[in-house]
C-alpha cells in the first residue's frame, strides 16, 4: 500500500480518530487535574504563611517587640529552600529586623517580585532564594510596628514543574497507546474488510461458490458476513437455476433445429427448381437461428468464467493482422476498404480464441452495417501500460444515446430488423472484454464509429 493510499484508507482515518478523541480527553482530564493540583498549591503557601505570621503576632502580644525580632533572627539563621522572608518595621518605618529592605506597610496578601528582593543584582537559577517572587502577608500590630511574612514560591513552582512534566509524559504515552490499540482495531476491521473484499472480488471473476468467512466471535462483522452468505447462496442459486433454463432451452431448441436442417437439405436434393430456392432461404433462416443459440451459450460460457483457466500469452498483434488479412477481400467485396496499424506490444494474458472472436465481430460490424466506400481501420497501440485496440469506421456511426444499449443482447439500431443479425456481437465483445479485464468504449471517429478495447496495463 502507498503512503497516498494509506493516508486516505478507513484505517488511517479510525485510527486518526480514536487518538485524537482519546488524547483529547486524556488531556482534558490531565489539564483539569493540574490547574487543581496548582491551585491546592498555592492555597498550602498561603498558609504555610499565615500561620508563621500567626506565629510571631502572638509572640508580639502586649508590645513585645525584642521577642518577635529575636525570633526573626534565629529563624533567618537557618533558611533553606524553600526560603522565608521577615521584615519588622517600627512605627516611623525604619527596619527593626527581617532580611527584606524597607517598604510602605501593605496589609493582607501580597507578591514581591524577584526584583524586589535583589534590586542591585540579577537573579541566578541555581539561586531559589532569588530566583522566584515571594508570597507575602503583612500584619500592623498594636503600638504601630509592621510585620511582613513571605515565603518564595520556589517549592511551588518546583512541584508545579514535576506535575507539567508527568502530565506531559502521561498524554504523550496516552497517545502512544490510543495509537496502538488503535492501529490493533483498525489492522483487524480492516482485516476483515479485506476478507470482504477477497471474496467479491472471486465472486466477480466467476467463482460463485466462494463465502465470507465468520471469526465465531457474533458481532456485528460476523452478522454482516452471515447475511452476505445467505444473500450469496440465494443468488447463486438464482443465477444457477436462469443458466440452466437457458442452456436448456438452447440446447433443446438447436437439437430439433439441426434436425430440420439436416431434412432440408436433403430435400433441396430432391426437390425441383421451384422448391430449391424455398428450401434454400429456409436453411439460411435455420442458420441464423443456430448462429443466435452458440452465441448465447458462448457468452454464457464466458460470463461463468470458466474459460479464464485456458489463459495464455498469446499476441494480440498476430491475432489482428490475421483477423484484418481474412476479413479484407470481404470488405473488398463490398466495395469497402479495410487497413491495418499494427504497432508491437507485449504478449497478453488471455484466450486465443476468445479474443480471435472479439476482433473479427469488430471488424464485421461495420463491414455488415456500412455501405459501399466506407474505409475501416484496424488498430493496435501501446498507451503506457496498457494495450489498445481500436476499430475505427467512416460510417453513418452510433447516436450518443443509443451507444450504452448496443451492449445489451438482441439490441439493434434497426427496429424493423430486417438487415441480417442477431443483435449479440457488441453483447459478446463485451463479455470477452470483461473476462479479460478490459474496458469497451464507443466515440466519435468524425463521421462515423470508433470502438476501442483498453486492456488492464497487469494483463
Avoid at 521577642?67 to 522572608?85: F, G, K, N, S, W
Wanted: glycine share 8%.
Amino acid at each position: 500500500m502507498s503512503p497516498d493510499s494509506f493516508f486516505r484508507s478507513t484505517g488511517f482515518r479510525l485510527l486518526a480518530w480514536y487518538v485524537a478523541v482519546f488524547g483529547a480527553s486524556v488531556a482534558i482530564l490531565f489539564f483539569i487535574v493540574y490547574w487543581i493540583a496548582l491551585a491546592a498549591l498555592d492555597e498550602q503557601l498561603s498558609d504555610s504563611v499565615g500561620r508563621e505570621t500567626d506565629v510571631l503576632v502572638e509572640l508580639y502580644r502586649g508590645g513585645r517587640v525584642e521577642r518577635v525580632a529575636r525570633a526573626i533572627e534565629l529563624r533567618m539563621a537557618d533558611l533553606r529552600a524553600p526560603r522565608r522572608y521577615y521584615l519588622l518595621l517600627d512605627a516611623q518605618g525604619e527596619r527593626i529586623a527581617g532580611n527584606l529592605p524597607p517598604m510602605e506597610p501593605i496589609e493582607g496578601e501580597v507578591v514581591l517580585p524577584v526584583s524586589f528582593l535583589s534590586p542591585d543584582r540579577r537573579p541566578k537559577a541555581d539561586e531559589p532564594a532569588e530566583a522566584y517572587p515571594v508570597l507575602a502577608e503583612g500584619r500592623r500590630l498594636e503600638n504601630g510596628e509592621f510585620l511582613l511574612v513571605g515565603e518564595n514560591r520556589y517549592r511551588a513552582v518546583k512541584a508545579q514543574e514535576a506535575i507539567f512534566r508527568a502530565l506531559a509524559w502521561g498524554i504523550a504515552i496516552t497517545v502512544l497507546l490510543a495509537a496502538g490499540g488503535g492501529a490493533a482495531l483498525g489492522v483487524g476491521f480492516l482485516r476483515r474488510i479485506e476478507e470482504i473484499n477477497r471474496t467479491t472480488r472471486s465472486i466477480m471473476d466467476g467463482n460463485l461458490s466462494k463465502r465470507v468467512p465468520a471469526s465465531g466471535g457474533g458481532d456485528e462483522m460476523d452478522q454482516l458476513a452471515v447475511n452476505l452468505n445467505a444473500m450469496l447462496d440465494r443468488i447463486q442459486v438464482l443465477m444457477e437455476s436462469l443458466k440452466r433454463v437457458s442452456d436448456d432451452i438452447a440446447h433443446d431448441l438447436r437439437t430439433p433445429l439441426s434436425r430440420l436442417r439436416h431434412r432440408l437439405e436433403a430435400a433441396r436434393v430432391k426437390a425441383g427448381p421451384d422448391g430449391d430456392a424455398v428450401v434454400e432461404q429456409s436453411i439460411a433462416e435455420l442458420d441464423a437461428i443456430l448462429e443466435t443459440f452458440s452465441a448465447l451459450l458462448r457468452i454464457s460460457q464466458i460470463e461463468s468464467g470458466a474459460r479464464r483457466a485456458a489463459f495464455s500469452d498469446v499476441s494480440l498483434g498476430q491475432i489482428v493482422s490475421t483477423v484484418s488479412e481474412a476479413y479484407a477481400p470481404v470488405a473488398e467485396d463490398r466495395s469497402q476498404h479495410l487497413s491495418a496499424v499494427v504497432a508491437s506490444i507485449p504478449l497478453i494474458h488471455g484466450d486465443r480464441e476468445l479474443l480471435t472472436q472479439m476482433v473479427a465481430n469488430l471488424v464485421e460490424n461495420p463491414i455488415r452495417h456500412c455501405s459501399a466506400g466506407v474505409e475501416i481501420t484496424v488498430g493496435l497501440a501501446q498507451d503506457g501500460a496498457s494495450p489498445v485496440l481500436f476499430v475505427a469506421d467512416t460510417g453513418p456511426g452510433i447516436p450518443a444515446s443509443e451507444r450504452e444499449s448496443v451492449f445489451r443482447r438482441f439490441y439493434r439500431l434497426e427496429a424493423s430488423r430486417t438487415t441480417l443479425g442477431s443483435g449479440l456481437g457488441l453483447a459478446l465483445v463485451k463479455a470477452i472484454a470483461d473476462l479479460h479485464g478490459a474496458s469497451v468504449e464507443l466515440s466519435d471517429n468524425h463521421p462515423g464509429l470508433r470502438v476501442t478495447v483498453r486492456f488492464h496495463a497487469s494483463l
